[in-house]
């Protein structure tokens, strides 16, 4: 039985998942899943990245939106509005506001959200073993000019001298201002306090293989690795370790991981993710057919590369990515 232990953000990390599943049927799978997108909203915790793994591998997830659950109904995000009750732009439905009740009364009866995590995943049944990172609470924030998070041109000195920066909630960069505005910063609140969920470190110790599928290197998977001891485990880990290139044509297939890299000054292309992650964490990287130039460079810095492509058009082009990521693996142990 082969054990993969795969780091994962949302909705690349949960895509890529099904295709592994379908690659690896046999294979043990150990999910590590970002926390650091949590929020708490109405009272309520809400955890995008483990609820969107559990939704896509649990057969409930929106397809096109690869957040929130198909079928959904905005009910009490409507009557919410009506009292005037804020914030208005994250998008909570009826049925995932379930989800976040279950969590909720769970956390506040004293379980860890490791605890909770496994029964919520009792109802969806992933076929993966879905581990938060860190039972401890770790809340990304991003640093931006205090003018565009007020909309611009609110007065102030304009928020282009230092002073003018705030950070804000990792929800409301991405959901609200839709990354538009420069981000300087990325802190993941908390992380240096946190430790790694029971049974993390056993699972990156015992792993055959380790995956960084093409989710987020700074926000997901760099805050999965910000958590003390977690980074340890998986370059102490006798497993390979290969990563997928999130960036095609030096761009993120979704989402903005080009603006979270260019605040911590990494440039967005597969070739500079590669050695942002370095040789002693990656002992292997895939890019796309179009950045094989990249694949010299990658092999330079110490790290095994092939171009392979990695579109997730569907269920078959998944399972080839994660075929070749497996291949690749077994590449780096029999060197
Ligand atoms: N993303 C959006 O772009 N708009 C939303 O209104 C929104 C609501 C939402 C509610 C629950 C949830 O679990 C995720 C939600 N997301 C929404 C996606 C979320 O921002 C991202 O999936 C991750 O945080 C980043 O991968």
Redesign the pocket.
Known sequence: MQRIVVLA????GARFLRGLKAAAPEAEITVIG?TG?D?HLFGLK????L??LMYTLGGGIHEE????RAGETFAVKEELAAYGMGPQ?????DR?IATHLVRTRMLAAGYPLSAVTEALCARWRPGVRLLPMTDDRVETHVVIDAAAADGGGSGGDGGDGEGGRRAVH??EY??RL?ARVPAHGIVPVGAEAASPAPGVSEALAAADVILFPP??PV??IGTILAVPGIREAVTGSAAPVVGLSPLIGGAPVR?MADKVLAAIGVAADAASVARHYGPELLDGWLVAPQDADAVPEVEKAGIRCRAVPLLMTGQEATAAMAREALALAEEVRAA
């Open positions: 953000g949302g909705i690349g970002n997108d929020i809400i955890c995008p990245d609820d969107t939106q690869g957040w929130g732009w994250f998008g909570l439905g995932d990792f929800q991405w959901v839709r989710s987020n926000v997901s989402g």
